[in-house]
């Protein structure tokens, strides 16, 4: 009976009681601004970092507690956060990180890796950049929306499932990042006045922010991405010559497959990146008729034409910053022995390589109205 | 009479044996040791573990029902062989207890990381007394029911349908591979369980299947084993994967379903009954050697001190590294001992053919 009560009491060792947890569910790192824009001795030094979390508080709907350190790591910046309030920081529940911009640019595989190694932080936390602070923007309440934290975590949920931006978590960020044919991508977000807007997405060489795609243009990348379904896209078509016409490309499934060509005088890559794309058009603004056949084909082919030259376009940017964020790389790779693609100096090589895409487009429906023809 | 164990129960309890906490770190060994496309490799210790199982399952058909004890003793005074049960007694009670404070530190880096390991070791120590002192028929059975609890698991494999590529599998082949041999032992350590068949000959039905029934659970082990690990090389890019402790841990955290997340601890808990079934079947065939030893003492008792023994022993090695030195080097004697048990087994049988029944011709397969 004693060693039963001895062995039940083993439980009570390590005691975690929700009232006195505090579960981050946002942190934001930054430079220090102070230390920011110091005298380049102190640059060459390591850097302090701006570290917030918030933690959601129950006493009302919104209310959250935001603290704030600054310290050389991150692990030391917890430290600090923690003597600040009564709660035991824990990162179980951690459900977003934010990336300042000034310091995406100096390089984030530090951070993310503490992040790895914790084993109460969750692979599915997601990777965001802030174009701008992050600790700004995490710090400020908008009164419309749910506390902060949530409503960029919803947010960046809401907009992965329409493409708009690529879903990262701190595995696909290290996946990509570890992955010699690949480069890392991360959404990127700005403050507005009254909300939080996606910016793009933020392209990464190394650990170091580089680049960025447009957010008008974020649909291009994700064709060039991958596969995914559900996507939403506004054709202008003057870009195709036809001024002043726009068509609502929606409930889009695109397939893409990408074919390595090597030339014989070696050295030489020739990448076809194929993409298949169907949807549907409700909307179209414009001389040609939605409901006339030999229209539907013509709108076809401008919608492929017009998606050729933006993924061309794109590669192409992507090629200037030399960031290889489609992953062409593991399909040269895959052409290669193991010696000739250790021997490959890919960063050099990739900038010249020749890409061309070809886009099928299959509009599946035009809607459920006809207007007809008089 | 006194049941015995079904080919069934036997292919569950090999299983069972088998497989335990390493399926959570071999992915990334087998990315360390046989780099690209190191899965693959492990067709061929699935193969090498098939043919030792051939060995056994001759010793078995020669054996004929009788244990390996009875066998040794026929041909030397128990007195001489009394140094080699000790050397199998303390090797499998250590192998239990080393690979139980595997799990418990394993475990400590999710739950209770502050508790103090052999507390929690005393539970799982108490655990598979219970389970030893009932026989071998009852643990059969116990490890049946944990196997349905462990099993489905694998199901959660589809979730990574999704981001599984495999263009992620490179078309390298063990490029990148290091201390091949060091690494092989360290996988093949992952297959050991198989040779404790050695002590079910006089517990197991006398039926064909029992040969074939290690067989199987050798080859479920081998297909858990490989699922996993194809998994993990298209799941994760290549440096990745190298660098992650506990790989399949980190992809059980991956899932998420609508009413839950992070279910890694969840699981994690499920495998201590694999563990466990290892633990156990260690202990009790080290509890075999020593009921051989000292044949009147009460078993229950023997138990009792082979455990208590056992703990004490675990007090040595503190931290992961300690502990997977330690079995490492425990896991290469087995290894021998998987091997050399067999072989000797089969020498004297087929000596002791000879001496009975001269005239036959011991080349033919009985």
């Known amino acids: ?374 | 009479m006194r049941e015995k164990l079904h080919p069934f129960h036997i292919a569950i309890l090999i299983y069972m044996t088998q497989s335990g906490v390493v399926i959570f770190s071999l992915p990334r060994v087998l990315a360390q040791h046989m780099g690209y496309n190191g899965w693959i490799a492990l067709t061929v210790f699935y193969v090498i573990v098939a043919l030792n199982i051939s060995l056994i399952s001759l010793a078995y058909r020669l054996a004929d029902g009788k244990s390996i004890f009875q066998i040794i003793e026929h041909f030397f005074p128990k007195i001489a062989v009394i140094p080699l049960y000790i050397f199998l007694l303390t090797l499998w009670m250590m192998i239990g207890c080393i690979s139980a404070k595997r799990y418990i530190i394993i475990y400590q880096i999710f739950v209770f990381p502050t508790t103090h390991p052999m507390l929690i070791k005393i539970l799982v120590d108490t655990l598979a007394f219970l389970l030893i002192i009932k026989g071998i028929y009852n643990i059969s059975k116990a490890a049946t029911v944990f196997f349905w609890l462990v099993i489905w698991t694998i199901l959660l494999l589809l979730f990574f349908l999704h981001d599984f590529q495999w263009i992620n599998l490179t078309s390298f082949y063990f490029h990148e591979s290091s201390d091949i041999v060091t690494g092989s032992f360290r996988i093949f350590t992952a297959f050991l369980g198989y040779e404790l068949i050695l002590l079910l000959f006089p517990y197991a039905e006398k039926r064909k299947g029992v040969m074939k029934a290690v067989h199987i659970g050798n080859l479920l082990t081998f297909l858990t084993y490989i699922l996993v690990c194809l998994v993990c090389y298209g799941f994760y890019s290549f440096d990745q994967l190298k660098r992650m402790k506990f790989p399949m841990l980190d992809l059980l955290a991956y899932i998420e379903f609508p009413f839950v997340e992070r279910i890694e601890n969840l699981i994690f808990s499920l495998y201590l009954f694999t563990s466990l079934i290892g633990i156990v079947m260690y202990c009790w065939s080290a509890l075999e050697a020593a009921q051989r030893i000292l044949p009147k003492a009460n078993v229950k008792w023997l138990a009792a001190i082979i455990m208590a023994v056992a703990y004490v022993v675990s007090w040595v090695p503190t931290v992961l590294v300690e502990v997977d030195a330690w079995l490492q080097y425990l896991g290469q004697i087995e290894i021998g001992v998987a091997f050399g048990l067999p072989l000797m087994l089969l020498l004297f049988l087929l000596l002791q053919k000879r001496r009975d029944e001269p005239y036959i011709d011991y080349n033919e397969p009985s």
């Open chain 1, 1 to 374: 009976m004693m060693l039963l009560v001895m062995l039940l009491l083993i439980g009570c060792g390590d005691q975690r009681v929700l009232e006195k947890l505090g579960f981050t569910q946002t942190t934001s790192y930054d430079l220090d601004p102070n230390t920011e824009e110091s005298s380049d001795d102190e640059k060459q030094g390591q850097q302090k970092l701006l570290i917030s979390v918030t933690i959601p508080r129950t006493r009302t709907e919104n209310s959250r507690e935001l603290i704030t350190a600054t310290a050389y790591t991150s692990k030391e910046a917890k430290i600090k956060l923690s003597s600040q309030t009564e709660l035991t920081i824990v990162s179980g529940q951690l459900r977003n990180t934010l990336f300042g911009l000034s310091l995406a640019k100096q390089g984030i595989w530090e951070h993310i890796d503490t992040l790895v190694r914790d084993s109460s932080i969750s692979p599915r936390v997601k990777v965001t950049i802030v174009n701008g602070s992050a600790h700004e923007l995490l710090s400020k309440d908008y009164s419309q929306h749910n506390r902060t934290g949530k409503y960029l975590d919803r947010m960046l949920e809401k907009e992965a499932i329409s493409q708009t931006v690529p879903e990262i978590t701190l595995y696909r960020f290290t996946r990509d990042f570890l992955d010699d044919g690949i480069d890392a991508v991360a959404p990127i977000i700005k403050q507005l006045d009254e909300h939080v807007s996606i910016d793009g997405i933020a392209l990464f060489q190394g650990d170091r922010y580089v680049t960025k795609v447009e957010p008008d243009d974020t649909l291009i990348f994700a064709f060039l991405r991958g596969r995914f379904k559900n996507g939403e896209m506004s054709v202008d078509m003057s870009e195709v010559g036809r001024i002043n016409e726009h068509i609502m490309f929606s409930s889009m499934i695109s397939k893409r497959k990408i074919k390595i060509k090597t030339t014989s005088e070696g050295q030489h890559y020739h990448a076809d990146i194929s993409i298949n794309v169907r949807g549907s058009v409700l909307e179209y603004t414009g001389k040609l008729s939605l409901d006339n056949v030999e229209h539907q084909k013509q709108i076809e082919k401008l919608i492929a034409e017009y998606i050729k030259l933006k993924t061309e376009e794109m590669v192409a940017m992507m090629q200037k910053n030399n960031v290889d964020s489609i992953g062409l790389g593991k399909y040269v790779r895959n052409k290669l022995s193991y010696e000739e693609w250790k021997n490959l100096d890919w960063r050099r090589i990739y900038p010249n390589i020749e890409v061309t895409c070809n886009v099928n487009v299959r509009i599946k429906d035009f809607g459920k109205f006809v207007n007809i023809e008089q």
